[in-house]
């Protein structure tokens, strides 16, 4: 038996009943991780109007929006967001990988990949990542691929409806 094969790719509309079918499965699996969703957000009309709008950020050169695959299925998504140029050459990196591939090792290979296209392809200098202090899985996932903790910061982000602490990731791109 061979092993499945993780990759990432750009969004495309093309992707979107397939990525709505994803959503939809995981929105209970995701709310303790995520932003409050609109009520509209596992539909196809709203991930469609959500990847045409990530799409043209991505022409604006302000994010890359991928799926991550798994033996061509799309299983999550990983995105650099909050692209800075100029001296800074920074960004930030979001992702998520549906429950029945959660834990088996598809998020570490996707961040790798990743961190790979966003210095070499994409040109950037660093990547942040925040988690949830009490989200483990997600540290481990950063600090295998490189990324060193910075620290706590307090009430971070709006998560599940309430401002909550996170822990400050980096990864710098090798000299």
Known sequence: MTAPSVGVRVVSVDDVPELTALVAQNLEFLAPWDPLRARDYATEAAQHRLVVESLERHVADL??????????RIVGRITVNNIVRGPFQS???GYWVSED???????TAAVAVTV??????YGLHRL???TLVHNLGSQR?????GFTLIGPAPRYLQIAGRWQDHLLFQHVAPS
Request: cysteine-free; overall charge negative.
């Open 116 to 121: 790979d296209l966003a210095f070499h392809t």
């Open 128 to 130: 942040q990542a925040a």
């Open 91 to 93: 960004a930030h990196l």
């Open 101 to 107: 591939h959660n834990g088996r090792g598809v998020a």
């Open 141 to 145: 996932v950063l600090q295998r691929n």
């Open 63 to 72: 994010i890359v929006p991928l799926v991550i695959t798994e033996d061509g």
